[in-house]
């Protein structure tokens, strides 16, 4: 197999742990194994969530537009409070529809499974999300099977995981997944990681749509 | 207290996780509370480290340069493979020497410590650094006192992780300090995070020096 191109797709008001978590495991596996990128509509610089006050901390500087982005074999979708204005574009759902095409896997961390929801990309499938905002991504389509209490589910192409932290549990079950899971436990040791293994169990379930009811989405 | 300005000190070949784990932590604090920059030698985009290979993944925008930065309350400063070329730097170990004095807070992520050790920051207190690769910051000088075993030390102003996760636990025991720790476990709860409370407890120990070893440091 020859090295995999990971490529994070940002917008503003992107999480920094959800897009930070899971490139920080892939970039352990260092430049034989991957090459890393990161795609935004316009190419240029981002700017991130300060929580869930919309896009006024660091920017990352997106490599690629949509229109220039080369194929991916793994995406890495981060949620965050710009995911409401993401859900209204027509060129993140289109891109996403595109890029899922040629992807050998498609994974999302926290509200991103919104967006894959509302692309029509998890219809069928079990997917689980963010737990605080966990409406919306439910209200997104009632064709996917989502899973309340999981830190992550591997649907096969399409791997979601629960908010921000669980990120980092479920790129390190995708590395073992693809690239075994001796490379896995390396990545986890060298960034000095207390891997949580077990996708079903879910310490934050306890916070179920605790957000959703204080915006009245619930 | 007014609102904290929170500023991230990169270079090329800045680890990612040890950058924006803490980031994150402080973001979810809000704009309320905080405002977070990065700064690095010259304003722009800055590579991150992929793994040991250097300078090749995504790049985070630069807020400012070291000589038009503003003063900030709390520092950030990451490791990763790039600590080797900055322990070089005089204008970085400079600037941290400059933005130390005026801080609440100068905290470092995994072999960080070892540019504030250069910096001669560190001598007489007790501080911490990379499991894997301890000797690097060890070899930046003999008057600090290098504890082996700990996820952090908090030395007062100076407060420093272990490696690259690390930081996270370190970065919301800061913020316990500071803000409170009902505010703390809000904000673990909020980014989903099992936080490693005791900064004792340290299961990385079974690896030091490990890489130190392969690179011939020790």
Same mark, same amino acid.
């Given at each position: 197999?020859?090295?995999? =191109?990971? !490529?994070?797709?940002?917008?503003? @008001?992107?999480?920094? $742990? *959800? ?8 970039? /352990?596996?260092? &430049? ?13 610089? /981002?700017? %991130? ?6 896009? $006024? ?7 690629? @537009? ?15 409070? !710009? ?10 759902? *289109?891109?996403? =529809? ?10 999302? /961390?926290?509200?991103?499974?919104? +967006?894959? %929801? ?16 966990? &409406?919306? %991504? ?11 209490? %999981? ?26 997944? +693809?690239? @075994? ?9 060298? &960034? ?6 077990? &996708? #079903?169990? #879910?310490?934050?379930?306890?916070? +179920? *749509? ?5 915006? !009245?989405?619930?």
């Amino acid at each position: 197999m020859a090295k995999r =191109r990971v !490529g994070a797709v940002i917008y503003p @008001g992107w999480e920094m $742990l *959800d897009t930070f978590g899971p490139l920080e495991m892939y970039s /352990v596996l260092g &430049a034989e194994e991957v090459e890393i990128c990161v795609i935004a509509e316009q190419p240029g610089p /981002v700017p %991130a969530a300060l929580g869930s006050d919309g896009p $006024l901390a660091p920017r990352v500087y997106a490599d690629y @537009g949509f229109s220039d982005s080369p194929a991916l074999d793994i995406v890495v979708l981060p949620g965050g409070s !710009g995911t409401f204005p993401a859900l209204e574009s027509a060129a993140m759902l *289109d891109f996403l =529809r595109t890029a899922a095409e040629t992807a050998e896997v498609v994974t999302s /961390v926290c509200t991103g499974s919104a +967006l894959l %929801a509302k692309a029509g990309l998890l219809d069928g499938l079990r997917a689980t999300t963010n737990k605080q905002f966990f &409406a919306m %991504a439910r209200m997104q389509s009632d064709q996917v099977e989502w899973v309340e209490e %999981a830190r992550w589910v591997d649907a096969g192409k399409f791997v979601t995981s629960s908010g921000v932290s669980a990120g980092m549990d479920m790129t390190l079950a995708v590395i073992a997944r +693809l690239w @075994g899971q001796d490379l896995a436990e390396q990545a986890a040791d060298y &960034a000095e990681y207390s891997w949580h293994r077990d &996708a #079903d169990s #879910d310490p934050f379930y306890k916070d +179920l *749509d605790k957000g959703s009811r204080q915006l !009245g989405l619930v």
